[in-house]
């Protein structure tokens, strides 16, 4: 967190490159891939010339929003047996591999139309990822967890002959020149026996095999491992031993020393602990330091991984300190996700899989609300091409009359928990994207603490060498705020009608999904009430004029605005008549 003092010079902007569409990513998983997980036709209202930040569908009847490339997890199978669940039983019918009478493997090759077809022929290219292992390798499976099998083959020449004859019908289904552009992961989140509970030495076999089949079929195809979830050197499979071994290992498919490391991937997930009275794991400078380490950590070990790709795989927020609901669908979600996206992004990221950005309100018309992340994406999408400068925001105390008169009364009147008396951190983040005819200053304010809210006065200085500006250029802005989010404003409508629930009436704020906060009923109220919350997303993603000050000085421009956390303020300094042209 970079912030100037009131009495400061402001600070030399600090150039990360090109904004590119790096948040184009998102996995798709397991038992749904047959049902087209995340592809769906793109509604309507984001896609309105009016607004200000217009959806730019792909070419093609369905897409996964804000996707152009997928992660497929548990294409394989392996999945865990649910009884009761029909088409989602899993269990070693639901397998790609499974073992006949007389002890050979054999394949049922016909599932994986039904579970890819729909992504490629609605245009996407794919990372495979290669997870649990199939219930007929391992000489005694195991349910490691609700993932599915969790042991290693018994017989890894078996298991490369699998992975082998699995690229050779997926060239043959899908054609050579397009899956030999394709990716291939080893593993999701292996270093914890959750997802596999095989000795170190066992993966690393696992791992040689797998990656020799594929660059026997697919010369051309990347091949990596898993995401980490943890500590590099923690775990039953150590990643830096892991990269040790792919450097300087013997391979132990082709005896030759090494194996292919194409890409350095992690998990990022907020999830809050509560932990002696401070609320813990939700600082983002601390969540992207600690994977920037990891991967310069890499870099230190072995140069050759210097230029190593760095991808976070999943990324999200994994429910609140009150065990109410999931996720942050508000400006706290959106503002927390944009620091740590650029902190990341500032560190050497190259691409990052993020999870879906709408609610589906399920009650057959079709109605999806745009949660606070896909707002955000809205917004970083006309950014793409411009070049991109970490700044340094100046943060005052704020007047009286820039506070949220309704939200300030409302946290004032909280009995907090005892659990929850110590505050968290307060954080900044402020980039500017410099296109050829327009500018975006881009600022959060996040809090650990949700209860702290008060405004403070920000001021954002951009050196007229980068930002050249003149009389005539049009400033204006939107922000996405506590309030103004769709999914408070429902919160807000659900309590009055008497639909919110007991959990989410104590804590004053709290946001989850609509189904989350009131049941079906909450999305029949949502349909009743369509045309509403409809206007309000699309005021959200439509400028206004900028209500803050301007000035300019020999060297720099200076915005200045009240900001409360949690929020996202986006400037625009355009020559254009049209931000969306």
């Not at 005694?140 to 992975?163: T, Y």
């Not at 697919?218 to 979830?229: D, E, M, S």
């Not at 039953?236 to 030759?256: F, I, S």
């Amino acid at each position: 967190m970079s912030v100037t003092l009131a009495d400061e010079q402001p600070k030399e902007p600090v150039h990360i490159g090109k904004m590119t569409a790096f948040w184009r990513n998102r996995p798709v998983l397991g038992q749904w891939l047959k049902g087209g997980l995340g592809l769906e036709e793109v509604p309507g209202y984001l896609c309105d010339p009016s607004l200000s930040f217009p959806y730019r569908k792909r070419p093609y009847p369905k897409e996964v929003l804000f996707a152009d490339h997928l992660t497929v997890v548990r294409l394989l199978g392996g999945w865990q047996y649910e009884k009761g669940k029909g088409e989602l039983d899993g269990g070693p019918e639901a397998d790609l591999a499974y073992r006949g009478e007389d002890g050979t493997i054999r394949y049922r090759w016909e599932l994986i139309g039904p579970r890819l077809d729909h992504y490629v022929e609605n245009g996407y290219d794919l990372t495979i990822v290669l997870d649990n292992t199939p219930w007929c390798f391992p000489a005694k499976p195991v349910s490691g967890s609700h993932f599915g099998q969790s042991a290693p083959a018994a017989d890894f020449k078996e298991w490369g002959a699998f992975i082998e004859e699995l690229c050779r019908q997926l060239v043959k289904r899908y054609g050579m020149e397009r899956v030999n552009g394709w990716r291939f992961r080893m593993g999701t989140e292996c270093q914890g026996e959750a997802r596999f509970t095989g000795p170190q030495e066992d993966f690393f076999k696992l791992y040689d095999h797998a990656a020799a089949a594929v660059r026997c079929v697919l010369p051309g195809a990347k091949f990596g491992p898993f995401n980490l979830a943890g500590g590099p050197d923690e775990g039953n499979v150590r990643y830096y031993a892991l990269a040790d071994h792919c450097m300087t290992g013997r391979n132990h498919a082709t005896g030759e020393m090494g194996s292919p490391m194409d890409f350095a991937a992690v998990s990022i997930y907020m999830a809050p602990v509560v932990s002696k009275g401070i609320l813990r794991t939700t600082n983002p400078d601390y969540k992207a330091r600690t994977k920037v380490d990891f991967w310069t950590g890499l870099a230190a070990r072995h140069s050759r991984l210097k230029d190593i790709p760095r991808e976070v795989h999943e990324f999200g927020i994994l429910g609140n300190e009150f065990k109410a609901g999931g996720g942050e669908p508000g400006a706290r979600g959106a503002a927390w996700e944009f620091h740590i996206m650029m902190n990341l992004r500032e560190g050497g990221m190259e691409r990052l899989w993020q999870w879906g950005v709408m609610e589906d309100v399920r009650t057959g018309k079709g109605h999806k609300l745009l949660v606070g992340s896909g707002w955000l994406l809205s917004v970083l999408e006309q950014t793409v091409g411009g070049e991109t400068y970490i700044l340094s925001p100046r943060v005052e105390p704020a007047d009286a009359d820039m506070q949220e008169s309704e939200c300030v009364k409302e946290i004032a009147s909280y009995q907090r928990p005892e659990k929850l008396a110590q505050p968290g951190e307060m954080f900044y983040k402020s980039i500017a994207v410099v296109q050829e005819r327009r500018a975006f200053l881009i600022t959060s304010a996040y809090h650990e603490d949700r209860f702290v809210t008060r405004a403070a006065k920000v001021t954002v200085s951009v050196p007229k060498t980068l930002l050249a500006m003149d009389a005539a250029a049009k400033v204006r802005h939107v922000a996405l705020t506590r309030t103004n989010s769709v999914h408070f404003r429902l919160r807000q409508d659900l309590a009055a009608a008497g639909l919110l629930a007991e959990e989410f009436q104590k804590v004053p704020g709290l946001l989850s999904s609509v189904r989350d906060m009131a049941g079906r009923e909450g999305w029949s109220y949502v349909d009743r009430n369509w045309a509403t919350y409809q206007t309000i997303i699309k005021d959200s993603l439509t400028l206004k004029p900028f209500a803050g000050e301007v000035r300019s000085d020999a060297t720099h421009h200076h915005f200045t605005f009240a900001l409360a956390p949690p929020s996202v303020m986006v400037i625009v300094v355009e020559k254009d008549e049209h931000i969306g042209k």
